[in-house]
């Protein structure tokens, strides 16, 4: 069983950046797929970002639209989910997951980091 613990939420001005970091222990991190989900008030959970455990490959929403980048050092045991040209509406609690392969009801989840993109 893996246990995730997200960081790296903060305000930021928009258009600025953040970097959200995962961070996993209790088992490899290498074994997962990892997702990143995010609600905002008010509003359904909604993927983001996946990165497949076996190959690295990645896949991302649709309104993304490259601003967001996610990648993986499981060396460090840690997933990141680069975040730039923020927008108000990105304003969300941000979630990592992990599970076997990228799914939007993934089995192991983190408590969450707060972004808020706000002048």
């Known amino acids: 069983q893996v246990q995730l613990v997200e960081s790296g939420g903060d305000l930021v001005q928009p258009g600025g950046s953040l970097r959200l970091s995962c961070a996993a222990s209790g088992s490899p991190l290498a074994n997962y797929a990892i997702g990143w989900f995010r609600q905002a008030p008010g509003k359904e959970r909604e993927e983001v970002a996946c990165?497949?455990?076996?190959?690295?490959?990645?896949v991302y929403a649709n309104w993304v639209k490259g601003r967001f980048t996610i990648s993986r050092d499981n060396s460090k045991n840690t997933a990141y989910l680069q975040m730039d040209s923020l927008k108000p509406e990105d304003t969300a609690v941000y979630y990592c997951?992990?599970?076997?392969?990228?799914?939007?009801?993934?089995?192991?989840w983190g408590i969450g980091t707060l972004v808020t993109v706000s002048s």
């Open positions: 990165i497949r455990g076996s190959d690295g490959s990645t």
């Open positions: 997951a992990a599970d076997s392969w990228c799914t939007v009801d993934m089995d192991y």
